[in-house]
């Protein structure tokens, strides 16, 4: 067993930290919150510095990292802010890794090269009013070939940056109604910009750089070679996208509790009540020891899950203790820092 982060690895967070600082600062970060703008300039130099294109496979342009390279990069970017490490998220884990799971060769090679230089942007269209990853039973969105065409007609809610996607990983419903259910899904691979494709943000409370959307789809016709995978295969598939959006998932809430954590701690080694600093006082240092333990322990949950992945080992559990521990760790450090 080993702990330590190779040096690549350590070069990698380096640069993080340095784009960050450069790239990051809070007065920014406030104003494209405040202002709902999705940082497209960001999303382009993270591009340009390999960002995007380092947990993808050499073979189609990528720098041939893995999934620990992927949570390593969402972390890093989260402390700064959620938006920006979900900005990141978005493309790489719902588009690239969507398409190295279970696209086809030709959809490799024409998507993945564009997602590395920051052309394309991506979402994933799962979610329904009806339900959430209960897919199976409550996914109503449904796709019928017809000349060449799959002719898409329902609604999306909660799609996260679909509004600024150039593609939508879309699954819908394509088997017959007799068929087992685990038979009757499909992913399709939909151009943001098709006739028929309606999409208007929701308003939430934070992360709003990055906005949530609803997608209503009024016979939209994708081409056939947009099928991703195989007919009929959607659930199986869809599957390795969901394990990755829990592990990344849970690298940026890491991040937002870390950035938590490191304001509560510089707060309390500044803030001044009965002639000294708040940090001396047992009951504060309670808070951060508690805080950094958790916070740890989180992070070794996430590490261990990116590497199943990484090596192709199942890993369902895995990352589902992982999304859960770690967004109930960042969301109690933060309210201990407060």
């Known amino acids: 067993m080993n702990f330590e982060l190779e040096e690549e690895r350590r070069m990698l967070v380096a640069t993080l930290e340095k784009f960050i600082q450069n790239e990051c600062p809070p007065q920014f970060i406030r104003r494209i919150d405040e202002e709902e703008e999705f940082p497209h300039n960001l999303y382009k130099k993270m591009a340009d510095l390999g960002f995007m294109a380092m947990p993808f496979p050499s073979e189609y342009g990528g720098l041939g990292g893995d999934v620990i390279d992927e949570v390593l990069i969402i972390e890093s970017l989260s ?16 588009g690239g890794k969507s398409l190295e799971f279970f696209g086809t060769e030709e959809q490799k090679r024409k998507y993945l090269p564009g997602l590395f230089r920051g052309d394309f942007l991506f979402s994933l269209a799962l979610t329904e009013p009806g339900g959430g990853t209960d897919i199976l039973g409550s996914l109503k969105t449904k796709a019928e070939k017809k000349d060449g065409y799959f002719i898409v007609n329902g609604q999306k809610t909660f799609i996260t940056g679909a509004h600024v996607a150039d593609y939508l990983v879309t699954v819908v419903r394509t088997g017959d109604k007799d068929a087992p259910k685990t038979k009757t899904l499909s992913v399709l691979l939909i151009d943001a910009k098709s006739p028929g ?9 934070g992360i709003r750089a ?17 099928l991703m995978g195989k007919l009929n295969e959607g659930w199986y598939q869809i599957v390795y996208t969901l394990n990755n959006e829990r592990v990344a998932l849970a690298a940026l809430c890491i991040g937002i509790g870390q950035a938590a954590f490191d304001y509560a701690l510089k707060y309390a080694m500044e803030r001044e009540a009965f002639s000294r600093p708040i940090g001396q ?15 740890e322990m989180a992070r070794l949950l996430t590490y261990k899950a ?20 770690d967004s109930e760790v960042a969301f109690d450090i933060a309210l201990k820092g407060m």
Do not use: D
């Open 79 to 94: 402390k700064a802010s959620a938006a920006v490490g979900l900005t990141y998220f978005l493309s790489t884990c719902f």
């Open 197 to 205: 494709v309606e999409i208007r943000p929701l308003r939430k409370l």
């Open 210 to 226: 990055t906005a949530s959307n609803e997608i209503f789809f009024t016979n939209v016709k994708v081409p056939e070679q947009n």
């Open 281 to 295: 006082f047992q009951s504060i240092q309670h808070y951060l020891a508690e805080s950094a333990t958790k916070l």
């Open 306 to 325: 990116a590497w199943l992945q990484s090596r192709g080992k199942r890993c369902v559990k895995e990352t589902a203790m992982a999304k859960l521990a």
